[in-house]
């Protein structure tokens, strides 16, 4: 029997403690043009009527991808616990919501026109063996579509919440950091090109969007310590991350109040050849 390899143990663990962490804090993200970073996603398959979701977690693109009448749903998450919230959504009712790994995806070939990922990929190690299985599950013509994190833009609480957490986890103990998640290759058009061109994906398509999470104080810390770097910190640790983090932007709020705070993500699409 397979063993659980560390990393994914690591995100089941987490995921069992916080299931919606990441729809919690970028639901309300907006792109320049007001959309969400799930919407865009899911405008980026408009036109297919079979979508896949890998690592679809709480559930939230597939139900936007549900408004479409018609369309067939599925999705595939290490976590039991984000699943369980997924399948409590009244318009999943008929998707299907598999537990299981990306790379050994529970599904039969040719069965979809486009694989969706929001935040998951980049997490995902034997990449190759994830995009052998997109475009196995992926009809002719198919379509992969992914949002990654691209980091932060620069001079916001995003930038200095990094700079912060770096520090606090150089002076952390090894037993408190997380295990080396995925494959940094998903992170760049080249490394990605490298990772689907043999699997049979053309060029990836390959734009860098920034998403404004600016909000009240609170908000803003809500949103940046929702990183998995924060799980294994102790609580004295995390508070003193978040007084160093509120010392840190009180000067930078706006007149109304809002701290400003950029997330940048980069979207890939590449279809199959
Ligand atoms: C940052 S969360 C994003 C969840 C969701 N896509 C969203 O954006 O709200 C990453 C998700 O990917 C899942 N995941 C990571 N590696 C995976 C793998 N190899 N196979 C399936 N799911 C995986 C995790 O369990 C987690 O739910």
Redesign the pocket.
């Known amino acids: 029997m397979r063993t659980t390899a560390p990393q ?1 143990a690591f ?1 089941q663990a987490f ?1 069992a403690e916080y299931p919606a962490v ?2 919690e804090a ?1 639901s309300r993200g907006q792109a320049p043009d007001g959309r969400s970073s799930y919407e865009i996603l899911c405008d980026r398959v408009a036109g297919s009527m079979r979508v896949l979701d ?5 559930g ?2 597939l139900e936007l991808l549900a408004r479409r009448p018609g369309r067939q749903l599925a999705g ?4 039991s616990h ?1 699943l369980a919230l997924a399948r409590r959504r009244p318009a999943l009712s008929e998707a299907k919501l598999e537990e299981g ?3 050994e995806l529970p599904f039969a070939d040719d069965s979809f026109d486009a694989c969706v990922s ?3 990929l980049m ?2 190690s034997e990449i190759e063996q994830v995009a052998a299985e997109a475009a196995r599950v992926l009809s002719p013509g198919g379509a992969l579509a992914c949002v990654v994190g691209g980091g932060a833009v620069g001079g916001e609480a995003y930038e200095r919440f990094l700079t912060l957490l770096r520090r606090t986890i150089e002076e952390t103990p090894s037993s408190q950091r997380i295990p080396a998640l995925g494959d940094k290759r998903t992170r760049s058009r080249e490394g990605l090109d490298e990772v689907l061109g043999p699997a049979g994906f053309a060029a990836v398509d390959w734009e860098t969007v920034p998403i404004d999470l600016s909000g009240p104080v609170e908000q803003v810390w809500a949103a940046v310590s929702s990183l998995y770097d924060l799980g294994p910190l102790d609580g004295a640790t995390v508070k003193r991350l978040r007084k160093a983090f509120f010392a840190e932007v009180r000067g930078m709020a706006m007149p109304d109040g809002y701290v400003p705070c950029v997330f940048r993500i980069r979207l890939a699409t590449a279809r199959l050849r």
């Not at 890998?54 to 709480?58: A, I, P």
């Open positions: 994914e995100l995921h990441t729809a970028f890998l690592g679809c977690g709480d939230l693109l595939v998450d290490l976590s984000s790994r990306a790379q929001h935040m998951a997490l995902m």
